[in-house]
């Protein structure tokens, strides 16, 4: 069975950083890409940031330069780390292991407000 557990959200001032993780059983971790994704109250679900098997990585254009995503394949968990974070950053924030069908974890909270 597999499991996609997020963790490490929370307030944040403006300015401010943050670290999520996301830990990852019941699979092979370290074949598979994998991404961070984000959901605003009212609003879609984006893509934030993808890294491949590889180590290649991909961010959404008003991220770039901010936030940084890794892996540890030793400890099969998924980082996003948050720098400069801004108000309109604010959302439920998610992983996914990228399959036809993916799997998604729960979602950590990030609040950023003064």
């Known amino acids: 069975q597999v499991q996609v557990v997020e963790s490490g959200g929370g307030l944040v001032q403006p300015g401010g950083s943050l670290r999520l993780s996301c830990v990852v059983s019941g699979l092979i971790f370290s074949n598979y890409n994998m991404r961070w994704h984000r959901q605003a109250p009212g609003k879609e679900r984006e893509l934030v940031a993808t890294?491949?098997?590889?180590?290649?990585?991909s961010y959404l254009n008003s991220v770039k330069g901010r936030f940084t995503i890794s892996r540890d394949n030793a400890k099969n968990t998924l980082y996003l780390q948050m720098n400069s974070l801004k108000p309109e950053d604010t959302a439920v924030y998610f992983c996914s292991v990228v399959r036809s069908l993916p799997y998604w974890g729960q979602g950590t909270q990030v609040t950023v407000s003064s």
């Open positions: 890294i491949t098997s590889g180590y290649t990585t």
